[in-house]
């Protein structure tokens, strides 16, 4: 959940797919659908309110448009779907299914509170799904296998993997991403070389 849901899924670190293995598919998506629609959305300044609005209505009107998308190609609504009415720029917390790997939503970012389900039958197929993108610059992986683990990290075409956790964000540790996310690191030991100038000397004995 706070992968996804952290600042209303308007982040870069938000997990944008999930990609779940075939033999728990059914009860991680209905669980996640009871935790999504658990979520109650209003005003930030209301009490008891989970979720705010989105920051624009181009913001809404992107998000509905992925979901749509997603619908038009074959996915399912299990939880959500709809924009909220009435005024603010509010979206329910959905959960799709069965979603196509040709779906915007399965390929562009979300920023937005939508959690698309893709199944998986292989580790392979699964790292295959994962690395489908132009983007890299974070996946979470979970599993109860350290050799699985270690193996898929090195596999993901991302710069930052958060294993078993679903935030990596730390000051202390390099920040930044590969492919269409980024080049270079931010914060920790590599992000101070950017402040520095390396000094070679070529040594005749």
Same mark, same amino acid.
């Given at each position: !959940? *706070?992968?996804? !849901?952290?600042?209303?899924?308007?982040?870069?670190?938000?997990?944008?797919?999930?990609?779940?293995?075939?033999?728990?598919? =059914?009860?991680?998506?209905?669980?996640? @659908?009871?935790?999504?629609?658990?979520?109650?959305?209003?005003?930030?300044?209301?009490?008891?309110?989970?979720?705010?609005?989105?920051?624009?209505?181009?913001?809404?009107?992107?998000?509905?448009?992925?979901?749509?998308?997603?619908? $038009?190609?074959?996915?399912?609504? +299990?939880?959500?779907?709809?924009?909220?009415?009435?005024?603010?720029?509010?979206?329910?917390?959905?959960?799709?299914? =069965?979603?196509?790997?040709?779906?915007?939503?399965?390929? $562009?970012? *979300?920023?937005?509170?939508?959690?698309? /389900?893709?199944?998986?039958?292989?580790? $392979?197929?699964?790292?295959?799904?994962?690395?489908?993108?132009?983007?890299?610059? /974070? @996946?979470?992986?979970?599993?109860? =296998? +350290?050799?699985?683990?270690?193996? +898929?990290?090195?596999?993901?075409?991302?710069? !930052?993997?958060?294993?078993?956790?679903? !935030?990596?964000?730390?000051?202390?540790?390099?920040?930044?991403?590969?492919? $269409?996310?980024?080049?270079?690191?931010?914060?920790?030991? /590599?992000?101070?070389?950017?402040?520095?100038?390396?000094?070679? /000397? @070529?040594?005749?004995?």
């Amino acid at each position: !959940m *706070i992968a996804k !849901m952290r600042n209303i899924g308007e982040a870069c670190t938000a997990a944008n797919r999930f990609l779940v293995a075939d033999p728990v598919a =059914d009860e991680f998506t209905d669980r996640l @659908a009871e935790r999504m629609s658990a979520q109650r959305v209003g005003r930030g300044t209301d009490e008891g309110v989970d979720l705010g609005p989105l920051v624009e209505h181009a913001a809404r009107e992107k998000v509905h448009g992925l979901v749509t998308d997603a619908l $038009e190609r074959g996915a399912g609504v +299990v939880t959500g779907g709809e924009p909220i009415a009435g005024p603010g720029y509010f979206y329910p917390p959905t959960v799709l299914t =069965d979603v196509p790997a040709d779906a915007r939503v399965a390929r $562009e970012e *979300i920023f937005g509170p939508v959690a698309p /389900v893709t199944r998986f039958s292989d580790e $392979e197929e699964a790292v295959s799904l994962a690395n489908g993108t132009e983007y890299g610059l /974070v @996946a979470y992986v979970y599993t109860q =296998d +350290v050799t699985r683990a270690v193996r +898929v990290s090195e596999a993901l075409e991302t710069g !930052m993997v958060g294993l078993n956790r679903g !935030m990596v964000s730390n000051p202390a540790a390099p920040f930044g991403g590969v492919k $269409e996310s980024g080049l270079g690191r931010e914060g920790g030991r /590599v992000g101070i070389d950017e402040f520095l100038e390396t000094k070679y /000397v @070529a040594v005749g004995l």
